[in-house]
């Protein structure tokens, strides 16, 4: 399961495979509202997503109970 930080719920890479095959999602192009699903299945406030590309790494952080996009930011190497 996920490990507790001060406030915050890390959780490794294993964990969210098993609940993204229990829910049939595929973990590649996965979209906002799968996202916000497995936040609630999780129990999730915010949800922070960060993806690492070749040239430029994105951030994108979503709010689980409105499924509003409160960060999108890309930076570029």
């Known amino acids: 399961t996920g490990l507790i930080q001060d406030k915050y719920i890390l959780i490794d890479r ?3 495979s098993k609940v993204l095959e ?3 999602l595929s973990s590649s192009g996965i979209t906002d509202g799968e996202t916000v699903k497995l936040g ?3 129990n999730l406030d915010i949800i922070v997503l960060r993806m690492i590309y070749e040239k430029n790494r994105v951030t994108k952080v979503l709010k ?3 499924g509003e996009v409160l960060l999108f930011k890309t930076y570029e190497d």
Request: no cysteine.
């Open 14 to 16: 294993r964990h969210l």
């Open 22 to 24: 229990e829910q049939k």
């Open 40 to 42: 609630e299945i999780l």
């Open 64 to 66: 689980v109970d409105t």
